[in-house]
């Protein structure tokens, strides 16, 4: 069964403090790993998609890595804004375009 | 940019009710999808649609089912509402049907859904 899991549940960090979000996954053929975010009571946004292992892509303060067991979304200085929870979601090489979800990362960033 | 908008944003409806979530997309996209979001368990696929009247069960299909009448229109339908199905919708779509493709899905903003 096709697995993600993200960790850490929940990261506060302060106002400049870079940090790495991590998303292990198991899966029969990756297609394409996922990230989004979202904010409270909103639904997620689109971030990044990541296709084979050692690829890498950035936006703003944000860069996802990949490997083959994992990816990292790391976050290079960090602002009060980029609090939401950050989810990562996996395409497998079996079944229709089906995503599968991990639970997120609740990231607080104080100022 | 793609938009992908959904009929309420909030809803409160009885136990036994019949509920229609209706999503609209504006980008000719030929997939949509319908998830429920709830704490600790993460987005789960309801059912998924990759062309019109064409549908296929996701993950947790029990107690609803859907609707594609139109390529830009996507509605799920809880035939008899209960306390259980109260949660986070959620609709999203992405482009291109074939199986092999693996395109974003972009989301919709989610209609919270009360059953008492």
């Known amino acids: 069964e096709d697995q993600v899991t993200q960790s850490p549940e929940a990261l506060r960090l302060q106002e400049g403090e870079s940090s790495s979000l991590n998303c292990s996954y198991t899966?029969?053929?990756?297609?394409?790993l996922f990230w989004y975010r979202q904010d409270p009571g909103k639904g997620p946004e689109f971030l990044f998609t990541?296709?084979?292992a050692g690829e890498e892509k950035e936006k703003e303060r944000l860069k996802a890595t990949l490997t083959k067991k994992e990816s990292f979304l790391h976050i290079t200085a960090p602002k009060p804004e980029d609090s939401a929870t950050y989810l990562c979601a996996v395409q497998a090489g079996t079944g229709f375009q089906k995503l599968v979800f991990g639970t997120g990362t609740r990231l607080l960033v104080s100022p | 940019d793609v938009k992908v908008t959904q009929s309420s944003r909030y809803l409160v409806k009885r136990t036994g009710e019949k509920v229609f979530l209706e999503c609209v997309q504006d980008?000719?996209?030929?997939?949509m999808f319908w998830y429920r979001q709830d704490p600790g368990l993460g987005l789960r696929l309801i059912y998924f649609?990759?062309?019109?009247?064409?549908?296929e069960k996701g993950d947790i299909p029990e107690g609803y089912s859907v609707s594609r009448e139109k390529k830009e229109r996507f509605s799920l339908i809880l035939e008899s509402a209960s306390t259980n199905q109260t949660s986070m919708y959620l609709c999203a779509s992405s482009l291109v049907g074939a199986p092999s493709s693996y395109n974003e899905q972009f989301f919709g903003p989610g209609t919270r859904l009360t059953v008492l």
């Open positions: 899966v029969s053929g990756l297609r394409g």
């Open positions: 980008m000719d996209h030929e997939n």
């Open positions: 990541l296709y084979s």
């Open positions: 649609s990759y062309d019109v009247k064409m549908k």
